[in-house]
């Protein structure tokens, strides 16, 4: 974006250098701008003090938290083009293009272990930040819980789209998908083209984020309402259900697709991905509930209250506490009519709730002040999945009635 720049604290700022050097990590679509600050931090938490440290040691081997659930995790990739749209970033470039890793719950000692994603797109992220102190293998190597290829378990589960933060790419919501997957979701994190770096798409190799730098306060809602269509795209392809914005009846594109329980359908999003969270919801009946993580929430005219149907606000107390940086949460806690949480989390930053949190932690980056990066990923995995347990399987949780001794640093709010 080219709004303003803001210092990271916390135990994602040493990845969080190189994700958003360029531009800002909170997305705000009302007319409270975001505060200046320096994109450039120094001292404990930042890319810079882990890389010293890794010049004096060798840097340990990363990896994602244990899932928490009884199912194994299996991963494939579906490439999917939309031939009723063409993409708002590059409109000479065709129809929109999406790019989809479907984890599902599969049979154990099947597959082969995931990657977390690739060198040449670690190299990427890490170039076109000019950083040179971390090696891409670092990166590229993170252990996943993921098996490739993996046969699916019997059975039919709920469906939960998962949509990223701007500029960044999906693989950073992997320990949520995982977490979800383990509990007994399929989940679709969705790759939006010409919107992050590092991205391989079939035919054309890595796009470029051709959309950064091009989304602020004024155009937000309208990258958001684009996410929206995207995602209603996604259930189309893989449920085959007649009822979205874009769908054609056609059968699902997945072959395994009657795992999937289309009556049960969730989304949830980082930043730009809530918002788009909530944009989808609007206009789409099909997704039965939604999350959205720390992103602003964007106008939805006489849709705004969702139909009654569940929504959870999980982000910062600084930017989405009540009366906070980003005032679009208060009008939409108004506005919602059905179930609703809203909660924050003390100490976590923008990225707190993606994989870099727990990534920049093991790097070294972990602020003494901040909420440290194991917690950010507890806490996220936590409450979204008590989220989806609760309306997408029916199973309550007490983590969303009131406050929790596991999670000291999680305050539900009731205005």
């Not at 890793?101 to 690739?118: E, I, Q």
């Not at 039919?156 to 979701?185: D, I, Q």
């Not at 796009?207 to 730098?213: H, K, M, T, V």
């Not at 002040?369 to 989806?388: D, Q, S």
């Amino acid at each position: 974006m080219n709004t303003s720049k803001r210092r990271r604290r916390g135990a994602v700022a040493a990845l969080l250098t190189f994700t958003l050097a360029g531009g800002t990590s909170v997305l705000s679509s009302g007319t409270d701008k975001v505060p200046d600050h320096p994109s450039t931090a120094s001292g404990p938490g930042t890319l810079e003090a882990a890389a010293t440290a890794a010049r004096h040691k060798t840097l340990p081997r990363l990896k994602l938290p244990a899932p928490t659930g009884p199912h194994a995790v299996g991963r494939t990739s579906l490439h999917l083009v939309d031939h009723g749209r063409r993409d708002p970033w590059v409109p000479k470039a065709g129809a929109r293009e999406l790019m989809v890793s479907l984890y599902y719950p599969a049979r154990k000692g099947t597959g082969t272990p995931a990657p977390y994603m690739t060198t040449k797109g670690a190299r990427l992220l890490l170039d076109d930040r000019g950083i040179d102190d971390v090696p891409p293998e670092v990166l590229s190597g993170t252990r996943t819980h993921t098996r490739a290829g993996a046969l699916p378990a019997r059975g039919t589960y709920p469906l939960v789209l998962l949509s990223p933060g701007f500029e960044v790419p999906g693989t950073t919501l992997t320990g949520l998908a995982e977490e979800l997957t383990s509990r007994g979701h399929v989940v679709a994190v969705t790759d939006h083209a010409y919107e992050a770096v590092g991205v391989e798409f079939p035919g054309k190799g890595t796009l470029p984020c051709a959309a950064c730098g091009r989304v602020d306060e004024d155009t937000v809602e309208a990258a958001a309402k684009g996410r929206g269509d995207d995602l209603s795209y996604v259930i189309d392809a893989l449920t085959g259900k007649p009822g979205g914005p874009t769908s054609g009846g056609k059968r699902p594109v997945w072959r395994h697709a009657s795992m999937i329980d289309r009556r049960r359908v969730g989304m949830a999003g980082h930043s730009l991905g809530g918002a788009g969270t909530a944009a989808a919801m609007a206009k789409d009946g099909r997704i039965r509930a939604g999350a959205n993580l720390d992103g602003p929430f964007p106008g939805l005219g006489p849709a705004a209250d969702l139909s009654g149907r569940p929504f959870l606000l999980l982000g910062t107390a600084a930017d989405h506490g009540p009366g906070g940086r980003d005032r679009t949460w208060d009008t939409a806690w108004d506005r919602l009519s059905g179930w609703k949480r809203w909660a924050t989390v003390s100490g976590a930053d923008h990225f707190a709730f993606t994989d870099l949190a727990t990534l920049a932690g093991q790097l070294g980056g972990d602020d003494p002040e901040g909420l440290p990066g194991g917690r950010a990923a507890a806490i996220t995995g936590a409450y979204t999945g008590a989220f989806f347990d609760l309306h997408l399987r029916g199973r309550h949780s007490p983590l969303l009635d009131g406050p929790s001794a596991d999670h000291p640093e999680v305050v539900l709010h009731h205005r």
